[in-house]
């Protein structure tokens, strides 16, 4: 059975032998051979070098053998697209004109994705050779409310007060802003789905930081006018940062599988939202651990979703500290052998 | 009525036709009245003098009506007195010589709360004379996880990666370090007790960033075993930033009130921990918006908990940002009247 069947698979809730595995951001600065690749290159414009990005998303995969393949990017190459000017440094992302007016929303414009970010369907169509249906290949976008967050904050924030305060002042402008990135947004993945992914992630990530109603106002709608723009048949997956209030609210998205962090119980999940197919949720730290801790970890996980209608990841992205060595024993647990 | 007689009712579930309000953080920078006080002192510094942290902490009650005063200090003062070297910045806070190591956990020691933080219980006897039963006087720590995060991580980190690898790495040396604090924060509550406090809230601000499991093993006995060692009348707060996942687990802690951020709903914690006093849990972001965003919120949370067993608050600290007439229209919001 290929990886690729593995997966879908599991989204179709069929039993299987082990679950399949992936991480969040198995491609990056913690790989040696990535770093080689990548040198000084700037983060938006390594973004649009096809070939290196063909070979940074492969190389997790030929080191490790996850079941997945998701193409290296980042989640505001849309952004950028319709008119924001992205830069990513070591203290994350930074935009040069931020929106913060009416005209800054009327500003932005949408963008056919062949033409104006033709290098993220060309990665993929490169990438989709590449895998040859071995493994399953997953686009991705940001969702609706965290790329709108970064286009107004402007610079990553800890609490999202900018654009939390646009919010409650101007919530019309908010939401023009949030329709538009969700209609480009759709269209992005799109754009993916015709270049041959198998499914594709819409992240979330900052959407764990709003009170349940604001979710119900400025996230989970937004979700929703995505997801209902893609093909029926594609697979989609919902990650938020901070799930735990939000599990039925993103269980009625129109995702099938729901990302979650480490600091909600998978057990619980299931009880809350036994439809969903669930990935997760190893804590990103435990890597930096000794390996018996990685296992249990994973064990633990296991054991809260027998290993059925579960994707295995952590519950966010690969720390850069992260050893290689932690990564194989993460994925090996996963599939049930010694690293 | 008085404020103090309010808030203990409240504590006590007796039916009251408006439940108590105060915020978190509500004496501090977005006071003039505070940054006029303060000045240039160092913050630490400014802790310790004796005069000056009276009058800061009686502030916001005596310009907002506030139910309860919390004297001001930092949650770190006890690290200090257990030998560590605890400076506050505009970055948060930063330790010269963190915990990494036996030796350093060896190194920390004890402390007479009236002899080496003598100024703390000397603030509190001055507040409660100047209070005089009017308004409940609150003392608090920081609990033993967030606590002994700051002493590991040594600055302000945004994942705790520090502190959690060395939690996964060696257990032994973190559990030990946990007791430790845990008996000095026991002490040094005991002070504020035997100085007059009518109540003590411990922050577990970090908690909500570890899994469940990691949860059961790292924060809960310790919450647990401070509040053991306290009188068995003294009324006990427990706060945690991101407390969904672990509302059922600070139920068991010892305390009776539970004090909760924003992303959880106020209606369904009453469902999952029904005996529980709620505090909280307005969005501190709210607070930077229009006035009628503020009422709005404050009438949500009164309509989850119908203002029983509820004393109103924020969420987390009032941000530096916040225009003082936003507290005043809270409070007022709170009390039911015009601001």
Redesign the interface.
Known sequence: MTSRQRFLDAISGVELDRPPVWLMRQAGRYLPEYREVRGGTPFMEFCRDVDRAVEVSLQPWRRFGTDAVIFFSDILVPLEAMGLHVSIGDGGPSIGNPVRTGADVARLHGFDPERETGFVPEILRRLCREVDGKAALLGFAGAPWTTASYAIEGASG????VA??LA??EPALVHDLLARIADATALYLRAQIDAGVDAVQLFDTWA???????YAAFAAPYQARVFSQLPAAIPRILFVN?A??HLEAMAASGAGVLSLD????LA?ARRRVPGMVLQGNV????L???LP?ITGAVA?CLAATGGVRHIVNL?HGV?K?TPPDAVAAFVAAAKGGAA
């Open positions: 800890r609490s999202f007060q939390k305060t409650l002042r764990g930081e709003l009170s349940p109603s604001d901070g735990a209030p480490w600091r909600v119980d619980e804590d990103p730290c435990t930096l651990g000794p801790a633990r519950g720390l500290e």
